[in-house]
């Protein structure tokens, strides 16, 4: 089993937050077609929509997969950046 990291990745996308859910549908439709023409460890968890960006979270091997995953499913990137941890209101039980 190969060890997957979580990224964030920021997508700026013009009208994003006004788009229908049709449209959205079309674009998680890219989304995971690209996922399934890649050999490689790649996972698509959920993305936020606010204004112009989305920002979405992915589980992967390694930023090279989701660049190929961004150009197979032309969706723009903007950025990725690594989570290397989480915190939660839960966390403060520690």
Not at 1 to 25: A, F, H
Request: hydrophobic share 40%.
């Amino acid at each position: 089993m190969k060890y997957l990291r979580r990224y964030l990745v920021e997508r700026d996308i013009p009208g994003i937050g006004d788009m229908s859910l049709t449209e959205l549908c079309g674009a998680a439709r890219a989304a995971n077609q690209a996922l399934e023409s890649l050999d490689e460890a790649i996972q698509w968890q959920h993305s936020y929509i606010a204004g112009d960006k989305a920002f979405c979270i992915y589980l992967a091997e390694n930023e090279d997969i989701i660049i190929r995953h961004s150009e197979i499913s032309g969706i723009p990137l903007s950025r990725i950046v690594e989570i290397p941890q989480i915190i939660d209101p839960l966390t403060a039980n520690n």
